[in-house]
């Protein structure tokens, strides 16, 4: 069974071998998703973290790994642990048609596209949606926004910027987004990190 993890932020980088042993290594060709760092990481120092976002998102193409699990539930449960989310904010898509869970339908699609093509199994990602209204309260709970994540970012303190700016600068190269662009290219962000 040819089971599939889809990845675009720190699962790529930062390295967790209780996650790490279980799938071989990333390959560049998952399918195309609408990602931004949309969503506020508590575990990330307040951080904004790369989430699927079919509102404010972009078109990237993802990676994948293949699962080193027979059982496509334990390669669920691998995620959903690296992740520390409950089990509804894994999406997954079974070739078979006996099973799917996606916030985003327009995701779906892609996923069943790409897996369908590239002959896979099961597919399985992180389903976390953008919080930023709810958790930006530094800035006044404002909708995000070019400039709402921009001011947001600059109202960190030092550290929580620092941090922030290692998750924009470790995010992998085919991440391509707006708010990437603007960030990177602001003089107080690159000394950030």
Same mark, same amino acid.
């Given at each position: &069974?040819?089971?599939? @993890?889809?990845?675009?932020?720190?699962?790529?980088?930062?390295? #967790?071998?209780?996650?790490?042993?279980?799938?071989?290594?990333?390959?560049?060709?998952?399918?195309?998703?609408?990602?931004?760092?949309?969503? @506020?990481?508590?575990?990330?120092?307040? %951080?904004?973290?790369?989430?699927?976002?079919?509102?404010?998102?972009? &078109?990237?193409?993802?990676?994948?790994?293949? %699962?080193?699990?027979?059982? *496509?539930?334990?390669? @669920?449960?691998?995620?959903?642990?690296?992740?520390?989310?409950?089990?509804?904010?894994?999406?997954? $898509?079974?070739?078979?048609?006996?099973?799917?869970?996606? #916030?985003?339908?327009?995701?779906?699609? %892609?996923?069943?596209?790409?897996?369908?093509?590239?002959? &896979?199994?099961?597919?399985?990602?992180?389903?976390?949606?953008?919080?930023?209204?709810?958790?930006?309260?530094? @800035?006044?709970? +404002?909708?995000?926004?070019?400039?709402?994540?921009?001011? $947001?970012?600059?109202?960190? %303190? *030092?550290?929580? +910027?620092?941090?922030?700016?290692?998750?924009?600068?470790?995010?992998p190269a085919f991440i391509d987004t707006p708010l990437r662009r603007a960030l990177q290219s602001q003089p107080w962000f690159q000394n950030a990190g």
């Amino acid at each position: &069974m040819k089971i599939a @993890i889809l990845g675009w932020g720190s699962l790529l980088w930062d390295r #967790r071998a209780e996650f790490d042993e279980y799938h071989e290594p990333w390959q560049l060709d998952g399918p195309s998703l609408k990602l931004e760092f949309s969503r @506020i990481s508590r575990t990330r120092r307040n %951080s904004l973290t790369l989430v699927l976002d079919y509102r404010n998102g972009h &078109m990237c193409q993802v990676a994948y790994a293949l %699962s080193k699990r027979d059982n *496509p539930d334990d390669a @669920i449960c691998d995620l959903r642990c690296r992740e520390g989310a409950v089990r509804k904010k894994v999406g997954f $898509y079974f070739a078979d048609g006996s099973r799917e869970h996606a #916030r985003e339908e327009e995701a779906l699609k %892609s996923v069943r596209r790409w897996a369908s093509e590239n002959k &896979m199994d099961v597919v399985v990602w992180t389903d976390l949606a953008s919080n930023f209204e709810e958790e930006s309260k530094i @800035i006044g709970n +404002k909708p995000f926004s070019m400039e709402a994540a921009l001011s $947001y970012v600059q109202a960190l %303190s *030092p550290e929580e +910027k620092a941090k922030a700016a290692e998750y924009v600068w470790r995010a992998p190269a085919f991440i391509d987004t707006p708010l990437r662009r603007a960030l990177q290219s602001q003089p107080w962000f690159q000394n950030a990190g």
